[in-house]
């Protein structure tokens, strides 16, 4: 992903700079550049990484299938869309605080230099004070924003609604750019890219606010069962219409119980048996989840969109042994993997399954797990539960890794269990290895 975001930018860094730069930046006869012409550079290269990352975020966040094979899945697509925003409002607060040096130029350096503004009819440049208006407003309400994102304790639902205001944020941000970008830039390929990147932008918001994101890939469906576990565990069953296209072992849906809710994105936790009935095993972690089990009942209505997600059970033909590593209600996943697999036993490949919970005599899916692996003999179950001191450690994942065998590692579950993952495989010399992983988390 930073590769990516680098990546992005360097781009559009070399956009404009080698075709649509519009100012010299020496100054005249090999002189040194002015404290104008670098604050003009700063302020239109600042400007315009901002908005091709918040450009960048806003096409991210209409969902679009198919970008998940570019992305490696949907999850990975907001986290993008994620760290896109992050940077987007970092870089726009810079181009900010750029635009208010002026004052600090002309005490240091004087008016010599300074360059000369580009004027337009009345119309444009009421446009340009009423852009320069909305660039000024939009700053703080994303500052703002950035604040509650990365306060996590602010809590989601209400961040969630708030969130709901980007896209008007952004049409104000295209109006800024087309208005205040210079107007050199329209002659040059740079005033393409800005062009391109306030269309996207815009259609991408417009998408947004009526409505429109994942509406081609939501199905209506009923609840045909609720039952609760365990404690804190819903595990509800749902037969969705015809558009629904089935799925692939390991996706997920964003489903919504209740319209005024809105959606959650959860595993479809179970194979696709071509009759359109999934299932979802859901975990009280936050205000909606706890208590879901009392408030869904049968018969109700309720809605899936997608299904999204890569983290599907690929056919391994490299003869790798294969680590599948499962925190908590991250089993949720290897569940409907065990369940796709129970038809072709054959297929199975030669895995470990090491399934990390509390407490393994009151957890409800051990004895799924156990029976789904009986009948797959390449699957090898082991249940760590760290109230009997068992964890995951260095010695048992390098007895996978016997010679130069690299061991392919699948994982889904806690942060905080990824990482002492990736401790534990680099203390048992095996810190190259990728862990292919599913992000439970989106903000
Ligand atoms: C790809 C994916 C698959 C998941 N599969 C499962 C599963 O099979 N079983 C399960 O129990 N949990 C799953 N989760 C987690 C589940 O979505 C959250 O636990 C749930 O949405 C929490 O909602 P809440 O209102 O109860 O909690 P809150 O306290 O409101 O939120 C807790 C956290 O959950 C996430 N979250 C909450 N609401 C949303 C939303 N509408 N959209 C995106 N993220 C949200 C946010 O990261 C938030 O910080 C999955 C998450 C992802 C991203």
Redesign the pocket.
Same mark, same amino acid.
């Given at each position: 992903m930073k590769r990516f975001l680098l990546a992005y930018l360097a781009l559009v860094a070399l956009v404009a700079l080698a075709w649509g730069w519009a100012l010299p930046l020496d100054g005249a006869g090999g002189a040194p550049p002015s404290a104008w012409a670098v604050r003009e550079h700063a302020l239109t290269l600042t400007g315009l990484w901002a908005f091709a990352l918040m450009s960048l975020a806003m096409v991210l966040a209409t969902r679009p299938a198919r970008l998940e094979g570019v992305f490696g899945g949907?999850?990975r697509i907001y986290r993008v869309h994620k760290w896109a925003g992050i940077l987007a409002i970092g870089l726009a607060a810079l181009h900010w605080r750029v635009e208010l040096s002026d004052g600090l130029i002309k005490t240091f350096f004087g008016r010599d230099g300074r360059l000369p503004k580009a004027h337009g009819s009345n119309l444009f440049e009421a446009m340009r004070d009423l852009g320069e208006d909305f660039g000024e407003l939009a700053v703080y309400a994303l500052l703002a924003m950035l604040v509650l994102t990365l306060w996590?304790r602010f809590?989601?639902?209400l961040w969630?609604h708030l969130h709901k205001i980007m896209p008007v944020l952004y049409l104000m941000l295209a109006f800024h750019a087309a208005f205040l970008a210079p107007i050199g830039y329209w002659t040059q390929p740079v005033g393409m890219l800005l062009g391109l990147l306030i269309a996207c932008g815009s259609a991408a918001s417009v998408h947004a606010l009526a409505g429109w994101i994942g509406r081609s890939r939501r199905s209506a469906g009923v609840i045909e069962s609720v039952e609760e576990p365990a404690p804190g565990l819903t595990r509800v069953r749902c037969r969705l219409d015809a558009p629904w296209p089935g799925h692939r072992a390991g996706q997920?849906a964003?489903v919504a119980f209740d319209r005024v809710e #809105? =959606?959650?994105?959860?595993?479809l936790?179970s194979a696709d048996r071509g009759d359109r009935r999934v299932t979802?095993?859901?975990?009280?972690? #936050? =205000?909606?989840?706890?208590g879901l089990a009392q408030r869904l009942h049968a018969g109700a209505r309720m809605t899936a969109e997608g299904p999204y997600?890569r983290f599907d059970l690929a056919p391994d033909d490299s003869g790798r042994p294969q680590i599948w590593v499962a925190g908590g209600?991250g089993v949720?996943p290897f569940l409907a993997w065990l369940e796709a697999l129970q038809d072709t036993p054959a297929q199975a490949p030669d895995a470990d399954l090491y399934y990390c919970v509390r407490s393994r005599d009151d957890d409800p899916f051990v004895g799924r797990l156990e029976a789904l692996t009986r009948t797959l003999p390449g699957v090898r179950l082991h249940v760590l539960s760290s109230a009997q001191g068992e964890r995951l450690d260095a010695r048992r994942l390098a007895a996978h890794a016997p010679g130069s065998a690299r061991p392919a590692v699948c994982f889904c579950g806690p942060h905080g269990l990824l990482g002492a993952l990736r401790r534990e495989l680099a203390a048992a010399g095996l810190g190259g290895i990728r862990i292919r992983h599913?992000?439970?988390?989106?903000?």
């Open positions: 949907m999850d996590k809590p989601f639902r969630r997920f964003f #809105g =959606d959650h994105p959860f595993t936790a979802f095993e859901i975990k009280a972690l #936050g =205000d909606y989840t706890r997600g209600i949720t599913e992000a439970f988390e989106m903000r």
